[in-house]
């Protein structure tokens, strides 16, 4: 029973982690439509600014999140500002794009590596000291309750945002159809870059608490950058609903493939329900 309560949490865990990178990849692709592989390397650059600014310089760490949150964000505010928007001016295919943003998260990831070594760090102060709670014989630790209650937050942030301001209204007349925005006046390229701010800022914001919650690395955003492509896909890319729902099936499913096998198995496992969706189901849970 012990076990079984402990796998439920894990997964839980996972998929709101899962579902915070989906957010903001699933943002992206709907106004884009093109696979931001630089989106991953957020998650690294939001971690390390947070370990920057408590590490080094002794900041308030809670000035430090607010940091890292913006400077993820303006990271790749400029990435389409500098790289992706004159490759869109000069109509380049969404290939160019793709091969583009891995360039992009090649570069940044080496830079990250090169400024704060190989090795891995964790953003917690105290990590013995930190509180953690048992429910029906499962253990949670209160890192891991703030990344449910923000993927929560955030979600609903968004649907608010997308539903209910004209500058939601603005995002999904992009993404039902750019040129027929453009048509009825709206400035997409600046949409569009503000879009890359939030979704930058989001997996940003998903790399700290990673960061709080186990630890960060150089390479941390490409593991998240597959499962927050693996869970748009399987529950819906484009779709912000249908990737929150695909992330939390990747994350049961992970978890609980793992339990009588070792944990070196559960990428293979990720991997193997995406197969799984692209044969049988290929435009997800959710149409877009």
Known sequence: MEIFSQLIFNSIIAGAVYALIALGFNLIYGA????NLAHGVM?????????YFTKTLDWNIYLAVIIGILFAGLI????????????????ASNMVLLV???????????????????RFQTLSQNTSAQK??????????????????SAALIMTGLVLLL?????????????????VA???GINTNKIIGYVFFIGS???????ILVGFDTGIEPTMGLDLLFKGVIASIVGGIGNLYGGVLGAFLLGFVENFGIWKISGDWKDAIAFALLIVFLIFRPRGIMNK
Do not use: C, M
């Open 201 to 207: 800022a989001i997996a940003g914001f998903a790399g």
């Open 132 to 149: 953690s709670f048992e429910i029906f014989g499962g253990v949670i630790t209160q890192t891991q309750l703030i990344i449910l209650a």
């Open 32 to 35: 884009t439509k093109f696979l």
């Open 182 to 184: 453009k048509i009825v």
């Open 43 to 51: 998650t690294a650059i939001g971690g390390y600014t947070v370990f």
């Open 163 to 179: 539903h209910k301001t004209r500058f939601g209204k603005a995002i999904k007349a992009i993404s039902d159809d750019e040129e």
């Open 76 to 91: 790749g505010f400029s990435l389409d500002k500098f790289v992706y928007f004159p490759l869109r001016k000069r109509k």
């Open 100 to 118: 583009a943003s891995f360039g992009a998260f090649t570069a940044i990831q080496a830079i990250i590596a090169i400024l704060f070594n190989s």
